[in-house]
């Protein structure tokens, strides 16, 4: 597991927390666009010095003001608002301890949730999961919102960005809210890869080997635009 981290001590300024804030709102909002997410399931969270703005529980997303920020310091202390913060608030505070991640993004995405209750670690089907770090795993089952499942999801997570919940859903991190979207996007859309590839009638679907997964890594670390 990734080595506890030093964390900074500013809570940013106001112009920061609102922007992050409007940020996080349009992620959570995509989730339900996108079909990741049913009514008020799942949470997103982004981190702005050392405080950690998250959705609130039981709120529908499009509900969501600029005068319903919400927002806790590291130890899990409500420091801002006055909505209750997401019951999976400490998967989101673990991720952040043990790591260098900004943002979370955790759904209940159909085929991710659905793959997660058939194996132990989702199938090299694809080398997007070099995106992820390498082969992700279903972390163990544990009741939401508890410490248990903070502590299965970490062990999931070690050496990578996102991983599956058992009878759960999703867990992704990244440097920024689209970065841990597009994780969480890119997951669903294996997973559902996968079931459709593995539903054929007597026939097995081909998977990448651990050296084509790691040239395919390789090759990803410049992919994109360069500045």
Do not use: F, I
């Not at 500013?10 to 909002?29: F, I, Q």
């Not at 590291?74 to 952040?96: F, I």
């Not at 990244?174 to 079931?195: I, P």
């Amino acid at each position: 597991m990734s080595e506890q981290r030093n964390h900074r001590t500013d809570h940013g300024d106001h112009g920061d927390v609102s922007a992050a804030w409007e940020a996080l709102v349009a992620t959570a909002r995509r989730t339900v666009t996108d079909g990741l997410v049913v009514g008020t399931s799942g949470n997103v969270s982004v981190r702005v010095g050392d405080l950690v703005l998250v959705t609130p529980s039981g709120v529908p997303y499009d509900r969501l003001t600029p005068d319903d920020v919400t927002g806790v310091d590291l130890d899990g202390r409500q420091v801002l608002g006055t909505l209750v913060p997401t019951s999976e608030l400490p998967l989101h505070l673990a991720v952040y301890e043990t790591t260098d991640a900004t943002a979370v993004v955790h759904t209940h995405a159909v085929h991710a949730t659905a793959v997660s209750t058939l194996v132990e670690e989702l199938p090299l089907v694809h080398y997007m999961a070099a995106a992820l770090g390498g082969p992700v795993r279903v972390a163990p089952y544990a009741t939401y919102g508890s410490a248990e499942l903070a502590r299965n999801a970490l062990r999931a997570l070690d050496g990578r960005t996102g991983c599956l919940l058992r009878n759960h859903g999703t867990l992704t991190h990244g440097t920024g809210l689209d970065q841990a979207y597009d994780r969480t996007a890119q997951l669903e859309w294996m997973c559902r890869l996968w079931l459709t590839a593995s539903s054929v009638p007597h026939l097995t679907p081909t998977l990448l080997t651990p050296d084509q997964l790691t040239e395919a890594t390789e090759k990803l670390r410049d992919y994109g635009q360069r500045a």
